[in-house]
């Protein structure tokens, strides 16, 4: 075992207190900005002791351990507690996972999103359950007069082995919440981890196969009316009048008002959306009566005029032009083509003017991205209920601790007096980040004062929702007269977005690059969606350099592993995101296990590697046309992200990864005509179908002993580019504009 201090910096602790009429609190600073929690507030009974309310045992040897983080999919509830059950030494057969509820006091960063629950809870959750572990051991050693060198511990049991004695877990409790934190504990060497690198079941299967309360749509609370919101038919547009009288007489229909769910002069955070604050609501005794009552709603409306968006964005300033007017794909195509004229430079190195000047030969292709709905299975929902002083909401969201912020504000009621529930999300993506409906379900509560939950239609989601920004890049490359890479070129934007990562690959490994970024204004509303912006940029790029790769007469696996190694051995400049020679790995990792160069007749083969949320992924891809069909045979991935925590859940977050990247890469799609956004429901928003999925999906991860880096993101921007690499050998044409199915049918 290595020693590792308990003081993981100067803002970051462990703290142990005894609790009135016995037990014992373990406080840590949960990453790096965590308060120590008063024992008055904890109030953990005789019998029990809590870490920082991570982990409870009982007298029985049952270990309670509380997950923070909201799960949305990405095993995060199981994976998190098996890294403190890990170092507590823990029986995980007799370990029992649930879900904290949102405490900022005791926690920060409670949310998901950037695939960085594990990577940056890892150092913490692995102190803090040696640190318990080890006042265990402290206690038995008082208790038996022994010296703690001689005790160690089995799964849940401390042992004597020279007396032979032996106590559980809960038996010392009492006695080690009586002593003094230690200053280092050790942590165990990964050669000995019982649990990290198992697979363990999802702690919640049980209940997701069996149908029991698990998800913001199952919430319920005696007296709980049902909401709904009518929103403007265009972005763009605001309200102006309504006439609800149809639906005031309508059966089991309460209350018909207007509300604003963020007030004009309110400064905006990072993930407060700016659309939409002017709303129709509608409350009744049930789902369906609401819904029908929504129906009749006649509104009037009016165009909104334009305004500068003031954010906090993380303590930043910032501040955005909301333009007045109805957006058309048409005019927002003709608005990026004139701001790609004027880009501004965000990285250059060497004289790429005069090497493209000089070049034998000059590849450049455009490529294009189109807005994206997140299409969540489960749709936006939020339980509210708003007594005076008092709120108690419940519901899915990604980001809550961001949200309480907002959901104070715009009530006005300090946040020590809201109480949220985190249940499981049914799907996110980056969607659940922008919790306006809670506030909206917040506001609505507090005008009736009644306990409600807000429900949006899917209609509601896709025709008012958060999208993927627009993108477009172009991309240049010179070859000299021997086919080796001089110079290269990009010039990429969005709306409203820049997607440009000037540091990542090729930057690095090309002496002559440039690369170049711009942005559009728009009234139209985007957000996070899974791997922003690399979700595009890893399309695009990996797509060109298998076109550069081919003009250069190289196979395009050793294409890329040539320019990997000039980034090893001589890198340009100092600023390159990436580790080469991680990236160069999951590249020959996918090559030996795909057995590329081995041709099949009828396949066709697409590679394509990207580095994102510190992770590295590289996939091939196998298709064939058959009947005119494509269809997927297999994909094969290669994945970097350090030691991996829960296996079999690793290999599940990189399947879905590459099943949602193929669905979106081939169909997704969303156009404007006049503010109103082109599809409203799944009959017209096509998704990937069951068909459609690989027949086959083999992941292979690089054992290299690393701490754990992101893995819910890194395997879903490239398999956009490793499809149309494939699609290109199998139709003899490139595939320069998502979604792929435009060009293959036309």
């Not at 003094?180 to 165990?188: A, D, M, S």
């Not at 709905?373 to 899915?396: D, I, L, T, Y």
Request: include cysteine; proline fraction near 5%.
């Amino acid at each position: 075992m290595s020693p590792k201090t308990t003081t993981l910096n100067r803002r970051t602790f462990l703290k142990v207190s005894a609790l009135a009429g016995g037990g014992m609190m373990l406080s840590f600073n949960w990453l790096a900005g965590c308060q120590p929690k008063t024992d008055g507030a904890l109030g953990a009974s005789k019998e029990l002791y809590r870490l920082n309310g991570y982990i409870r045992i009982g007298d029985d040897g049952l270990v309670t351990l509380m997950s923070p983080n909201p799960e949305g999919g990405q095993n995060v509830k199981t994976s998190m507690p098996m890294i403190l059950a890990e170092e507590l030494d823990a029986d995980w057969s007799k370990v029992v996972v649930e879900q904290a509820p949102l405490d900022t006091d005791n926690f920060t960063r409670q949310f998901i999103g950037g695939s960085q629950a594990i990577r940056t809870g890892w150092t913490a959750l692995r102190t803090a359950g040696a640190t318990a572990r080890q006042m265990l051991l402290l206690a038995a050693s008082q208790t038996w007069n022994v010296p703690v060198s001689e005790i160690s511990t089995e799964p849940g049991i401390i042992i004597h082995k020279k007396s032979n004695k032996k106590a559980h877990f809960g038996e010392m409790a009492t006695l080690a919440a009586t002593l003094t934190v230690p200053k280092e504990v050790p942590l165990k060497e990964a050669e000995n981890f019982k649990i990290i690198g198992t697979s363990r079941k999802n702690v919640d299967l049980g209940k997701i196969v069996t149908g029991k309360p698990l998800f913001g749509m199952d919430f319920k609370k005696e007296g709980m009316l049902i909401a709904m919101i009518v929103h403007p038919p265009a972005l763009g547009k605001q309200l102006k009048s309504f006439d609800d009288t149809k639906a005031r007489k309508m059966p089991g229909i309460k209350a018909v008002f207007q509300i604003k769910s963020l007030q004009d002069d309110y400064k905006r955070t990072f993930f407060d959306t700016a659309q939409f604050t002017d709303l129709i609501a509608i409350v009744g005794e049930s789902t369906w009566q609401v819904l029908q009552a929504k129906k009749t709603i006649e509104a009037e409306w009016k165009i909104q005029e334009g305004y500068e968006e003031k954010r906090d964005r993380f303590g930043r300033d910032e501040i955005r032009l909301v333009p007045k007017g109805l957006e058309s794909t048409a005019t927002q195509e003709q608005a990026m083509k004139q701001a790609a004229q004027n880009p501004q430079t965000q990285r250059k190195d060497g004289n790429p003017e005069a090497a493209f000047n000089t070049a034998s030969k000059i590849i450049e292709r455009s490529y294009t991205g189109p807005f994206l709905s997140h299409n969540c299975m489960e749709p936006m929902n939020f339980f509210a209920h708003v007594q005076g002083e008092k709120v108690e909401c419940a519901g899915p969201l990604q980001k809550p601790e961001l949200t309480e912020q907002a959901l104070s504000s715009r009530l006005g009621i300090p946040i020590e007096n809201i109480e949220i529930a985190m249940t499981r999300l049914g799907g996110g993506y980056g969607r659940r980040s922008y919790a306006h409906w809670l506030i909206e379900a917040a506001v609505i509560s507090q005008k009736i004062n009644v306990p409600i939950k807000l429900i949006y239609t899917r209609e509601d989601e896709m025709t008012g929702g958060v999208y993927r920004s627009r993108y477009q890049a172009t991309y240049r490359a010179a070859l000299d007269q021997d086919n080796q890479l001089i110079a290269f070129h990009v010039n990429a934007g969005g709306l409203p977005e820049n997607p440009l990562f000037p540091n990542r690959f090729p930057a690095g490994a090309v002496d002559n690059y440039i690369a170049e970024g711009w942005e559009v204004p728009s009234n139209v509303t985007t957000g996070s969606f899974r791997a922003p912006r690399s979700n595009f940029m890893a399309c695009v790029e990996q797509s060109f350099l298998d076109e550069v790769a081919e003009a250069a007469g190289k196979d395009p696996i050793d294409f890329r592993l040539e320019l990997l190694a000039k980034a090893k051995e001589n890198p340009i400049g100092e600023e390159n995101d990436y580790d080469a020679d991680r990236y160069a790995k999951v590249l020959q990792l996918v090559k030996e296990k795909s057995n590329w160069g081995h041709s099949t007749p009828g396949v066709s083969r697409g590679v394509s590697a990207y580095f994102c949320h510190n992770s590295y992924a590289a996939q091939v891809l196998d298709l064939s046309i058959v009947n005119g069909e494509v269809k997927i045979d297999k994909v094969t991935n290669a994945i970097d992200c350090g030691m991996v925590v829960n296996p079999d859940a690793a290999k599940n977050l990189c399947e879905g990864a590459v099943v949602d990247g193929i669905g979106t890469a081939m169909f997704g799609e969303l156009t404007f005509e006049k503010g109103v956004v082109s599809k409203s429901n799944f009959h017209q928003y096509r998704q990937i179908r069951m068909k459609e999925a690989p027949a086959s999906i083999a992941t292979y991860f690089v054992d290299n002993g690393k701490d754990p880096s992101g893995l819910g993101e890194p395997a879903y921007p490239p398999v956009f580019a490793a499809l149309a690499n494939a699609l290109y050998k199998a139709t003899g044409k490139r595939f320069y504009n998502q979604p792929f199915i435009n060009q293959l049918n036309s």
